[in-house]
């Protein structure tokens, strides 16, 4: 729907029908003329408990007409989706006050993975807020977008290579369990001896006998 006039008495005449879909996963009402009450009906889509399907890719850029309460409401509802995973908020005035809304919104989520804030009019303090959320907050977040803002190039390669870091320890962990699941250690212990078989991840083993 991005592009479409569709403002918040066209959003409501579709909501029904959207909120009952069996499988709707991504959504985009970019550049849409949306206000406050199209947000409210927005987050009917973001399910807290996972009781029913909800979405997992929700687009909002460029819908100026929404204000700081009507952020502040789709924070709450991101910071307890239990789906969401992209949510692009790219080209909306969003400024410092909402970019912390969103900063505990992601600290608080448990899926959220992409977060898009170009061209949000933010500063060096969101900046920082964003920072020190990373830094010392477990998340999920893997991508950060924040080109096209006041914002110094030091801290977002900051930023970037913290999400970075959390990736590649992501990774070696789920490395790690899938080693030990392929490459299980076998032991059986007697009286004399300790038998030890470990197979290695190409198929071969190697079977060695230790005196206790």
């Known amino acids: ?23 709707l996963v991504a959504l985009d009402l970019g550049d849409c003329m949306l206000g406050d009450e199209g947000i409210n009906l927005i987050c009917g889509l973001l399910p807290p408990d996972g009781a029913k399907s909800g979405l997992k890719e929700l687009t909002l850029s460029a819908n100026p007409g929404i204000t700081s309460k009507g952020w502040g409401r789709l924070a709450i509802a991101v910071a307890h989706s239990s789906q969401l995973r992209v949510l692009n908020l790219d080209y909306n005035p969003l400024g410092d006050q909402v970019a912390g809304m ?14 898009d804030l170009e061209g949000t009019g ?3 303090q969101s900046a920082q807020t964003l920072l020190d959320m990373v830094e010392n907050y477990p998340t999920a977040l893997r991508t950060l977008i924040l080109a096209e803002n006041n914002i110094s190039p030091e801290l977002q390669q900051q930023i970037s290579d913290l999400l970075s870091e959390g990736e590649e320890e992501e990774e ?5 369990v899938t080693a030990r699941e392929k490459n299980p250690w ?23 006998e230790t005196e206790m």
Not at 172 to 176: I, K, L, Q
Not at 195 to 207: C, I, R, Y
């Open 1 to 23: 729907l991005h592009g479409s006039p569709l403002t918040d008495a066209g959003l409501a005449l579709l909501n029904p029908a959207l909120s009952i879909h069996p499988s």
């Open 186 to 208: 076998i032991c059986q212990n007697n009286s004399s001896s300790q038998m030890v078989l470990m197979t290695s991840g190409l198929g071969d083993s190697l079977l060695a």
């Open 122 to 124: 933010l500063t060096n």
């Open 172 to 176: 070696t962990e789920v490395n790690e």
């Open 102 to 115: 969103l900063a505990v919104a992601v600290a608080s989520s448990r899926t959220l993975e992409v977060l």
